[in-house]
Each structure stands twice: as C-alpha cells, then as structure tokens.
C-alpha cells in the first residue's frame, strides 16, 4: 500500500503535467516529457500506467486527452467530489478559497468550527458551527473532510468526523492522526516539510565548509 | 538521501509529540510512547536516533528535555531561522499567519508579490514588490523561501530565488520544481494530496462491493 501510494501521487501529479501540456497546445506526450516534468524517470512513468493498464503506443507515445480521462477514472474523479473542512482559521480559509480544488474536480462545500464569531451562512462557503457536522455529513452523503485545526483539537475532530460517517481525512494539524480501518487518513505537517529544508540546507552547508 | 529524508521528517514529527508530552508534565518518554505519537514502531525510533548518535538508557528511556535539544541542534535550530514567502495570495496568507513556525524557530521575515495592491510596508510582516526579492535577500542573508504563487509564476519565482542565493526552497505551487545541486527544493502538492485521499477511499469503497 505504501508503493502504491507513491504511484498515486505521481499519478496526479501527471495529471497536472498533462493539463499544462494541454495548454501549450500538445495532443501527445511521450514518457520522457512526464518523467521531466514530474521529475522521475522515463521507465518509472511506464511502470507506473502499466501498473494500472494504461498502455501508450511504443512510436506515437500518449494522446493526453485519453490519458487525462483514464487518470480521472482511477483517481475517482469522473463526478465532483464533495469535501468539507473542520477549522475555519488561517489554514482552513486559504483552503476554502483555494482554487486548485474545483480545477481537478473537488469541491469545498462547507466548513465548521467551534467559534461563534466564524459562522457565516452567506458565505460563498458557508462556515457552521461544528454541532451541525454530523447532520450536514450524513445529509450530504460526504466521505472526504479536511482538518485545519490546532492539534490539541485535533483528535477530538477526528473522532467527530469518523462518528459522521467521514471515510478519508487530509490532516494538516501538526500531530500524527490515526484512523481505524475503514478510514484513510493522509497527514500533511507544514511546520515539518519546512523543518526539512532547512535541515537539508545547513547539511549542505556543513559538508561544504569539511 | 531519500531514505535520509524520510528519517529527517520523523525527527520533526518526534520532536512534536515530545513537546506534546512536555505540556502534559512527562519528564521522560520510551520509544514505545513515540512510536505510538508518530505511527512508526519502537524498532524504527531506536533506528533514526541512532542514526544521529542518539541514544536512551534502556530501562530509563529518554528525557524529554534532552532529547528535544538534540533534534533541534540536528535541525539546525538553535537559532532562528528566517524565512521568505514569495505569493500573498490565499496560501502565502495563512503562511504568514500560521503560528507553528515561530513555536518551531522559523520565522516569516518578509513576503513578496507582483501584485502592487497586495504590498503592504506596515503589516506584522511586510508584502513588498518582488523587484525588492533579490537586495532583500542577500542585505539579510535569508537562505529559505516559500513559494505560493500559481503553477505558470513558480518557474519564474524559483530562478529569482536561486539568483538572490536561496538555498532551500519550500515549493507549494502544484508543479514539479526542480533545481540545481546547490539548492534544496521539497515540493508539497496539496491537491495532489487530497486527491490521494479521494483515491483511497473509492478503491476502498470498490473493494468492499465485490
């Protein structure tokens, strides 16, 4: 399952490559140009569509509309997937207007939090109070919710979303979230991918003055 | 350097769950508890600390205090480290007022944007033109920036970056940034992210049906 993660990721990362290849006017593209633009190797982009059944033609590569559709399919985005987000601060704001959801098919559709100050019916993207959560997850019929709070209240939200019947959770509270079964559960620590490069870059500059 | 980086990123994740376990009055902690607070087994924590010459009295475990010193010196964060962001947009925002860094010893100097309506020389952190990127870079001797601006901008923004003498860069535009040897590039792609949750849970969903 860890390989295979991977392999998604990279995934949709061609899926962004090919977007943009698109839009330079491209109808096909060869393995080489993936594996540039996403930074693998060229026999890495084969493997990874074989290992889903996508094969390419050996002399006319890819056409990047059937390569777009057939990556859309594996990753489920074929219909819009409706997403929610617990945590309307900093994180959670940038998120609901983030931009980059809607192009690749998802779409924010609520956020809620415990402060009465950020509920927003208005909204664009309504902000409610989290004892609606489960109501408006179950009404909704949603599987897929974001957390965007601090990490003393993240476990709590956790068990929040898993009892309303949430199935994956993006986690971008600095504290490891663990999740039964039945749950997927992807955390991403900001403080942590910063932490790494720095340390890269004053491990670089050690070796140099050595 | 790959295996290294997965080891590095626990280092952080470990030092998380210790100041978690300080605030709730621990003194000292066992592999176990840490293992349990970041998802990996006691075998694994043993490994990276000794990878970094870390190493606990077996029947005593660590202590916290101790061992949080060691991270951060092999973190390189005994001192500040001074950050740059390059996008004010919505991400850049939340960056610029995400508490987590200054708690870990980053701080957010300056951000810089093309857009003259966003430069702002009286905020908490000041938006400057990005014509200023380059002499504010090298007056202050920054060696890490943020990148927060649209795919078709990152390109751009990264080769300004290299020029001012950026070292490390933490890319959040969804492209696959690459630079040269002398630089550090971790690129986090957050609808690649959550994409990758959406996958698991259809396939999970898929296989529960047959």
């Given at each position: 399952?860890?390989?295979?993660?991977?392999?998604?990721?990279?995934?949709?990362?061609?899926?962004?490559?090919?977007?943009?290849?698109?839009t330079?006017?491209?109808?096909?593209?060869?393995?080489?140009?993936?594996?540039?633009?996403?930074?693998?190797?060229?026999?890495?982009?084969?493997?990874?569509?074989?290992?889903?059944?996508?094969?390419?033609?050996?002399?006319?590569?890819?056409?990047?509309?059937?390569?777009?559709?057939?990556?859309?399919?594996?990753?489920g985005?074929?219909?819009?997937?409706?997403?929610?987000?617990?945590?309307?601060?900093?994180?959670?704001?940038?998120?609901?207007?983030?931009?980059?959801?809607e192009?690749?098919?998802?779409?924010?559709?609520?956020?809620?939090?415990?402060?009465?100050?950020?509920?927003?019916?208005?909204?664009?993207?309504?902000?409610?109070?989290?004892?609606?959560?489960?109501?408006?997850?179950?009404?909704?019929?949603?599987?897929?919710g974001?957390?965007?709070?601090?990490?003393?209240a993240?476990?709590?939200?956790?068990?929040?979303?898993?009892?309303?019947?949430?199935?994956?959770?993006?986690?971008?509270?600095?504290?490891?979230?663990?999740?039964?079964?039945?749950?997927?559960?992807?955390?991403?620590?900001?403080?942590?991918?910063?932490?790494?490069?720095?340390?890269?870059?004053?491990?670089?500059?050690?070796?140099?003055?050595?």
């Open positions: 399952m860890i390989t295979a993660k991977n392999c998604v990721a990279r995934l949709s990362r061609y899926k962004s490559a090919l977007n943009r290849f698109k330079l006017g491209f109808v096909k593209v060869f393995s080489d140009n993936l594996a540039d633009a996403v930074g693998a190797t060229s026999s890495q982009v084969r493997k990874d569509f074989s290992v889903f059944g996508i094969s390419g033609s050996k002399r006319g590569g890819y056409k990047i509309d059937e390569l777009i559709e057939k990556i859309n399919n594996i990753l985005k074929n219909e819009v997937q409706q997403v929610i987000i617990v945590g309307a601060g900093n994180i959670g704001s940038a998120l609901m207007n983030f931009k980059g959801f192009k690749e098919g998802m779409k924010i559709v609520a956020c809620f939090d415990t402060d009465p100050t950020k509920v927003n019916r208005l909204g664009n993207i309504q902000v409610l109070p989290i004892e609606e959560l489960k109501s408006f997850v179950l009404n909704n019929k949603i599987k897929i974001i957390i965007a709070v601090p990490d003393n993240a476990p709590g939200v956790m068990e929040a979303l898993l009892e309303a019947g949430i199935k994956g959770v993006l986690n971008f509270a600095p504290i490891q979230l663990k999740a039964p079964e039945e749950c997927v559960v992807n955390n991403v620590n900001i403080e942590s991918e910063l932490e790494n490069v720095i340390y890269y870059v004053n491990a670089l500059q050690k070796s140099r003055k050595t």
